[in-house]
């Protein structure tokens, strides 16, 4: 049988992972996974989270099942926590079923959708986080995509409006609700507003994946996309992971939520979900659902890690207000204009694959092929030395290489 399996083709991301991995030169730079780094270049274990594992090792409670739809209270917590607690808000006609990871949750709700309407349409933004086609395609589901970034580099407000009046009703519209992966570029509240807009007279359903909340302008900031499309649409999706701005990473934590215009509805999705669950995986795995849990229902611990968090965005915002400064300084002003707008973990260069590949080969830079670039894995001390390195590809092929710091 495995005599018969073609050569699959291998995950890129991971694929310059390893590639770093062998590169020996000191001046390497990783900046290709999304993950946080401090200045030391460590992903740390967030304080709130130390001490929410710390309460739940002394209780030491059952390892029990769950059930298919996870931690309950997590659940809770983290509808809570996206869609808000206002008396009569969205929250009250949605569902949640936790899962492995944003990434469980974009497969789980594919293929609510695949079951609901085998051969629906999902729009993605071109770019898109590499990820969300293969997802989709995986489910079964059709992918089109919509324009995402103007001419400028910003929001193509005007672009994406009239791309998405191809859209058919009940076609699905996945969005990313804030610090968009790959580019940075965000709508603005008035943008969002016209899409709700969009969405409603069109009939399409949107589908947000919530993965960077609290990275862009704030956590509260961050969310206002994603409740305003919620009080404004009869359905929607959406995905949710807490690998970033928990730290989580490795524990694979994530929720799917769903919102329905009557209860029977919200229900039917529910347990359609846990089934699907059922097939792939079963339950999700508690102690990160438990860590997440402990920190949002306990009043000190949430405001701890929301401290964190804004420390981590702040952090990521200088990076990218420093990197722009120096580009700007090596004489790239339209470039740094650009980078300066954008918002998040990652940012877009102005680069093509062949410019990438030779930032890497002559820079020891490492960025992926589309030419993003992890803004909150710069190690504050080495932005000038990646100002030079992005500077010296824009600039001819002789170009010095950046003086290592």
């Known amino acids: 049988m495995l005599e018969l399996l073609p050569p699959p083709p291998t995950d890129p991301l991971w694929d310059l992972t390893y590639e770093f991995g062998d590169d020996e030169r000191p001046e390497r730079l990783n900046l290709v996974l999304g993950v946080y780094r401090d200045q030391t270049g460590t992903t740390p274990v967030m304080a709130a989270v130390r001490e929410a594992e710390l309460r739940l090792a002394q209780r030491s409670e059952s390892k029990e099942y769950r059930g298919l739809s996870g ?14 607690t206002a008396p009569g808000g969205p929250a009250h006609r949605a569902a949640a079923v936790q899962t492995v990871a944003g990434s469980g949750a974009l497969r789980l709700l594919a293929d609510l959708i695949c079951r609901t309407r085998p051969g629906t349409t999902v729009w993605i933004s071109d770019p898109a986080y590499v990820n969300h086609r293969p997802i989709l395609e995986a489910a079964g ?20 409006l009239r791309d998405l009046r191809d859209a058919r009703r009940d076609d699905v519209v996945l969005l990313q609700g804030c610090c968009h992966n790959p580019t940075g570029v965000d709508p603005l509240l008035d943008d969002w507003e016209a899409l709700a807009e969009s969405a409603v007279r069109g009939g399409w359903v949107p589908f947000v994946d ?32 807490c690998s970033k701005n928990f730290g989580l990473y490795s524990d694979r934590v994530g929720c799917a939520i769903v919102l329905g215009a009557t209860e029977r509805s919200v229900r039917n999705a529910e347990t359609a979900l846990q089934n699907a669950a059922r097939t792939l995986y079963s339950m999700p ?13 306990d009043e000190g611990l949430r405001a701890a890690w929301r401290a964190e968090l804004d420390v981590m965005r702040d952090r990521i915002t200088a990076n990218r207000a420093d990197l722009a400064a120096h580009l700007g300084n ?8 650009t980078l300066a707008r954008q918002k998040g973990m990652f940012s877009m260069l102005p680069l093509a694959p062949h410019d990438m590949l030779r930032l890497r080969r002559q820079f020891a830079i490492y960025g992926t092929t589309s030419g993003r670039i992890n803004i909150a894995g710069i190690p504050a001390h080495r932005i000038p030395c990646l100002a030079q390195g992005i500077a010296g590809v824009l600039g001819p092929a002789d170009a010095p290489r950046p003086v290592i710091l």
Not at 143 to 158: K, S
Request: with cysteine; hydrophobic share 45%; proline share 2%.
């Open 141 to 160: 589901l059709k992918v089109r995509t919509f324009g995402w970034r103007d001419r400028e580099g910003g929001f193509d407000t005007a672009g994406v």
């Open 285 to 297: 795995p508690e102690h990160g659902a438990a860590v997440v849990t402990t920190i949002l229902q």
């Open 330 to 337: 090596l004489g790239c002003e339209e470039q740094a204009r």
């Open 210 to 241: 919530l993965a960077y909340h609290g990275l862009g302008d704030g956590l509260e900031a961050d969310l206002l996309a994603t409740r305003l499309l919620a009080a404004r649409v009869p359905e929607m999706l959406i995905a949710v992971s």
């Open 71 to 84: 931690n309950a209270a997590f659940n809770s917590s983290l509808l809570d926590l996206v869609l808000g």
